[in-house]
């Protein structure tokens, strides 16, 4: 049987790290929709790679499972790549919750049951987690251990606690990092490891769009008074991505890479220090606030 290799989200990211790892493997592109993985799909088979496709919703568990049963009936799955998410400036707090939060730890779940030994996983966080206040021990054991279907009844995350879109999003990538590391556990146990990514701002089509809009100058800010002084690049993010998933990073487990040009350096301790707080309702069209960055492939509800 072949080796498979599990894309969750058919943008610029996951082809970018699918390209560095799946050569000589079956590349099982999933999207929420369909037009997406096969555009995806064409592009990756054009250079040579063996691709099916699936549609799937990551906020359900049976559309998950079924993803899980389509990759396992194609070969071992040795490699997921959890690429995909909503963006806080274009989803609502409940949306982000059901897609970022339980999404991301129902796939770790899921693909952490049938993940082949020495298998490896991956998954596309965000620095705005890195930017959220530390939460109690508490709250990040909660974020780390809760039964998956139990996630969404937390405290922390229920309507009057959670501020805005921002704030939603912000919690959910830290709990991204902090499920990574405790599935680490439980990827171990089958000789499989798990690992976390946490981009800046990355050129891809909808960051194009977001630094060519209404909040355009906010994003072009960020990026002008970070250490790096530019955007990355999805190649950028496939070369960390390969590192992780292949033997060179086997030591490498329930861990976070937080890479986004020193970005999160500068807003804590350089020049965007004290001017990127979240967002309040009258804020919204505002560029001298530092809105949420695009790293995250598509404005909508992916198969992340």
């Known amino acids: 049987m072949s080796a498979v290799i599990v894309v969750i989200g058919a943008g610029s990211i996951g082809q970018a790290i699918a390209r560095r790892i799946s050569a000589g493997k079956h590349v099982l592109l999933a999207d929420v929709r369909q037009e997406n993985a096969d555009a995806a799909a064409k592009v990756l088979a054009d250079a040579g790679f063996e691709v099916s496709t699936a549609v799937v919703d990551v906020s359900s568990r049976e559309s998950v499972h ?46 952490g049951a049938v993940i082949a030994a020495g298998g490896s996983g991956l998954v596309i966080a965000s620095q705005s987690g890195h930017r959220l206040p530390a939460l109690t021990a508490e709250d990040d054991a909660a974020l780390a251990t809760t039964p998956v279907d139990e996630l969404l009844a937390l405290e922390l995350l229920q309507p009057g606690r959670l ?87 086997a030591f490498i487990t329930g861990s ?36 949420p960055h695009p790293a995250v492939e598509e404005p909508k509800e992916e198969s992340a």
């Open 66 to 111: 079924a993803l899980v049963t389509a990759a396992t009936a194609l070969g071992d799955v040795t490699g997921v790549i959890h690429a995909a998410g909503v963006s806080a400036s274009q989803a609502s707090i409940a949306q982000i919750l059901d897609v970022d939060l339980y999404g991301t730890a129902l796939v770790l779940e899921e693909f």
């Open 256 to 291: 976070d890479i937080l890479m986004d040009g020193g970005g999160t350096a500068a807003f804590f301790y350089g020049t965007l220090a004290g001017q990127a707080p979240a967002p309040k309702a009258d804020d919204a069209g505002d560029p001298s606030v530092a809105i």
């Open 163 to 249: 501020r805005d879109g921002l704030h939603a999003y912000q919690v959910s990538k830290r709990a991204n990092v902090l499920r990574v590391r405790a599935e680490a556990v439980r990827w171990g146990e089958r000789g499989a490891r798990i690992n976390a990514i946490s981009p800046g701002i990355i050129i891809t089509p909808l960051a194009r769009d977001e630094l060519n809009g209404a909040n355009g100058a906010g994003y072009r800010r960020m990026i002008e008074l970070s250490p790096a002084a530019r955007a990355g690049t999805p190649d950028e993010v496939g070369t960390v991505a390969e590192l992780l998933m292949t033997e060179r990073g």
